[in-house]
């Protein structure tokens, strides 16, 4: 029997930025069904690879095949058909202002469907209470709470139920109890459609409350790969000092978390 096909195979990834070199040779597989996080710290590039692995930049060097095939490589009408069955959320320009929720969760259905109106309005009432916001059709993003934002888009993102879900830093800038949901509404995301899962984070609560395996980023390239159990083990001095500090709670924590627990109008010092 051979080997089933991973969802994504990356070979000897590169990119630079002029003369800043941000990919190094990044390698890495995912298999399918499995929720994959890729952890580094702020600038290690993550944002990069992660545009890298669904197209939207072009590597210097190296493969990215998604669900058996090379993205780089292949025919635009293969690209097209893999575009359908892939879902992102990234971290910045989340949802178009402009438009409704229900109108930015129908974008995907409009362009790479062609589903009837009234199909696609049913579908997107039901993603949206998959992510709990349900009767928020007609409100505007800007009516939206950071962490409803989140959500509006992870329901876009999975608006045409893709194989691979990918998020860029989907809890970042919120508190610690709407990150903690968002994380948990992930991994009921990923049981729900059995979607193979790539998170991209730097906050270490998140990467270990998702990963069934974790992809550490040092250096333009993967310093190593394990479960959250073999990462706690794992006594390389560069994962343990990235994990020992992060494991400590920094300011912008504890601003945040007294923000919580004291209300937003709480005096300072
Ligand atoms: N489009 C770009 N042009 C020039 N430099 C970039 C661009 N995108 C990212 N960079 C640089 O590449 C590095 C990695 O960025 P990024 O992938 O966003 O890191 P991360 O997501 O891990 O914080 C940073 O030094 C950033 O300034
Ligand atoms: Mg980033």
Known sequence: MTAPTP???????????????????????????????ILGGSGSGKSTLLR???????????????????????????????RQRIGMAFQSGALFGSMTVAENLEL????????????R??????????????????????????????????????ALDPEILFFDEPSAGLD???????????????????????????ELNSAFAIADRIALIHAGSVLITGTP?????CQNPIVRRFLDREAEPGPEHEGRLRELILGSEAPDG
């Open 108 to 119: 995907p259905l409009v362009e790479f469907s062609h589903l009837p109106e009234s199909t």
């Open 52 to 82: 890298c692995l669904v197209g939207l930049e072009r590597p210097d060097a190296g493969a990215v095949s998604l669900l058996g095939r090379d993205i780089f490589t292949a025919a635009p009408r293969e690209l097209a058909d893999l």
């Open 229 to 233: 159990d073999e990462l706690r083990a």
């Open 7 to 37: 969802a994504i195979e990356v070979r000897g990834l590169e990119k630079s930025y002029g003369r800043r070199r941000v990919l190094e040779g990044i390698d890495l597989t995912v298999h399918e069904g499995e929720a994959l996080v």
């Open 176 to 202: 610690p109890v709407t990150a903690a949901g968002l994380d948990r509404l992930l991994l009921s995301l990923r049981d729900v459609f059995g979607a193979t899962l790539v998170v991209v984070t730097h």
């Open 121 to 158: 309005r049913i579908i997107v009432r039901i993603k949206l209470a998959l992510v709990g916001l349900e009767g928020t059709e007609a409100l505007r993003p800007s009516q939206l709470s950071g962490g409803m934002k989140k959500r509006a888009a992870f329901a876009r993102a999975m």
